[in-house]
């Protein structure tokens, strides 16, 4: 078993910034993918960013140039860097992570709330 608890979201202007949190109980960069997703009310939830076991990391189109994905090992910590923030961002914004080798095996975090308001 493995337990994320997803942190950093809040309130913030449009064009500010945020960086999101995502701690494990434990060690899993070596053997799990790692995905940004966010939902949004009434619609689908969607992969924002993501992150794999050798450190490759992509993003969606909506977000690129603007999310920043990366990790710390020795923490076991996934980041989620959002600049230039948008009204349309606003959403709960979960971390996944899925086993390399098993990709049965998933796990999600309880989400972490990001309202872009004025």
């Known amino acids: 078993q493995v337990q994320l608890v997803e942190s950093g979201g809040g309130l913030v202007q449009p064009g500010g910034s945020l960086k999101l949190s995502c701690a494990a109980s434990?060690?899993?960069?070596?053997?799990?993918?790692i995905g940004w997703y966010r939902q949004a009310p009434g619609k689908q939830r969607e992969l924002v960013a993501t992150?794999?076991?050798?450190?490759?990391?992509n993003v969606a189109d909506s977000v690129k140039g603007r999310f920043t994905i990366s990790r710390d090992d020795a923490k076991n910590t996934v980041y989620l860097q959002m600049n230039s923030l948008k009204p349309e961002d606003t959403a709960v914004y979960y971390c996944?992570?899925?086993?390399?080798?098993?990709?049965?095996?998933?796990?999600w975090g309880q989400g972490t709330q990001v309202i872009v308001s004025s």
């Open positions: 996944n992570i899925q086993h390399r080798i098993w990709p049965a095996v998933v796990y």
């Open positions: 434990r060690n899993i960069f070596s053997f799990y993918d």
């Open positions: 992150i794999t076991t050798g450190g490759s990391t």
